[in-house]
């Protein structure tokens, strides 16, 4: 078939799937999108739309019906759907096995650990009564309690105390079944982007390091290359490329990674999808994050993911203070500025700390990065229209 007439079915309208689209429209790309919310970020740059649960099984038949490749831009969906589909001669990348084992914080530290992936030490627990027991064999002052299944941008993980959770028990913040990990002092956290094509080549983006909100739990500034030297940063391309490997299937994964304070690089989690810490490719690598993702659906070659030049990404968050139509402050300011690039979401309110959209930076330094970026995130706002 011509890759160029098959159609992607994506799961999910958010702005994950509204970059895909956009940076495929170059191609002239047919998107059919499966979301909830009528008017959603791809809602109308969407081909054909349907409007439905991402966990209503029905519905992510009619999309099957409609499309020659499915994707998803988000990990909560119907995965047992997407197995049965997968079973039936769909074609879905990446594979719902790979899913369904992400989906479980708990399966993700196992298959790591079988793997020979570098990721911190852990204990899975089915109830409150076992923590107590464990929590003193991670060995760290304090530990990282995860719910396995359905949290993300930070919540179902809390950074506790040992001790006092020991002597605490009522301070216990989840019931059911939870990862706790050993609480690694990160000197940065750092993300590599791998995409693996339908014939089994990867390719890696540079690495990226980020920083973030204490309180939103969300990247704010995000920065690459990452300044770690050239021996760390081959090292966590290695790692990223090897988990990638290990998965054993098509598909783009954003690899988030630990770099403590000596040195040593641990995964923490991976995401099977375009991600926030790649935004910054569309405009900074020859091939974006997106436009990789559409080339490995239709089966045509990966793209190369050199960066071009020295690149920041800032989110855009809804202020914490109103919620409604709104505008953006000093965006004539920011508009001025040579190597930056701003991205709205189309959402139509602007809720606190949403995500609503990103500036992308280019430099010729990080130094320059870094200065331009604090201008953006000190000065473009989310005001009352
Ligand atoms: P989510 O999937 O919701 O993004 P993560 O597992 O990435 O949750 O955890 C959110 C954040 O919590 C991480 O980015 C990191 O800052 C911190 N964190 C998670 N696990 C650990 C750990 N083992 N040691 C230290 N910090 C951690």
Redesign the pocket.
């Known amino acids: 078939m011509n890759p160029l007439k098959k159609r992607i079915g994506v799961l999910g309208g958010g702005q994950l799937g509204r970059m895909l689209i956009q940076e495929s429209s170059r191609l002239n790309l047919h998107f059919n999108i499966l979301e909830a919310e009528a008017n959603c970020p791809c809602a109308l740059l969407a081909n054909q739309f349907i409007q439905g649960s991402l966990l209503d099984e029905a519905k992510i038949r009619d999309l099957a019906a409609i499309s020659d490749v499915l994707t998803y831009e988000i990990e909560h969906v119907n995965t047992e759907a997407l197995l049965k589909l997968e079973k039936e001669g769909h074609t879905i990348i990446p594979s719902p096995r790979i899913l369904q084992m992400i989906q479980d914080?708990g399966l993700q530290k196992e298959f790591y650990l079988k793997n020979n992936i570098p990721s911190?030490k852990f204990f899975l627990v089915e109830n409150k009564a076992e923590w107590s027991r464990l929590i003193p064999l991670l060995g760290s002052e304090k530990f990282?309690a995860?719910t396995r299944k359905g949290?993300?941008?930070?919540?179902?993980?809390a950074?506790l105390n040992s001790q006092e959770i020991i002597n605490n028990p009522d301070k216990i913040p989840f019931e059911g079944p939870c990862v706790l990990?050993?609480?690694?002092a990160?000197q940065k956290?750092l993300a590599v982007i791998v995409a693996r094509d339908q014939d089994g080549n990867i390719a890696s983006f540079p690495s990226i390091e980020m920083e973030?909100d204490p309180i939103a739990?969300l990247v704010t500034l995000l920065i690459s290359p990452a300044r770690v030297g050239s021996i760390i940063e081959e090292k966590a391309e290695e790692i990223a490329r090897n988990l990638v490997q290990a998965l054993d299937g098509p598909g783009l994964f954003a690899v988030?990674l630990?770099l403590d304070q000596a040195g040593t690089i641990f995964v923490?989690?991976v995401a099977p999808r375009p991600h926030n810490s790649g935004h910054h490719t569309i405009e900074a690598c020859y091939t974006s994050q997106y436009e990789q993702l559409a080339r490995i659906l239709l089966g045509l070659p990966l793209g190369s993911t050199e960066l071009v030049k020295a690149a920041g990404m800032v989110n855009l968050l809804g202020a914490p203070d109103f919620s409604g139509s709104y505008q953006l402050e000093n965006l004539d300011a920011v508009s001025k500025m040579e190597g930056v690039y701003v991205h709205l979401y189309a959402k139509a309110e602007s809720k606190p700390m949403r995500k609503m959209g990103h500036v992308s930076i280019l430099a010729n330094t990080i130094d320059e990065v870094i200065e331009k970026a604090n201008y953006v995130r000190t000065h473009l706002k989310f005001v009352k229209d």
């Open positions: 914080k911190g990282v995860k949290g993300y941008d930070g919540k179902g993980v950074i990990e050993e609480f690694i990160c956290e973030f739990n988030e630990f923490n989690e």
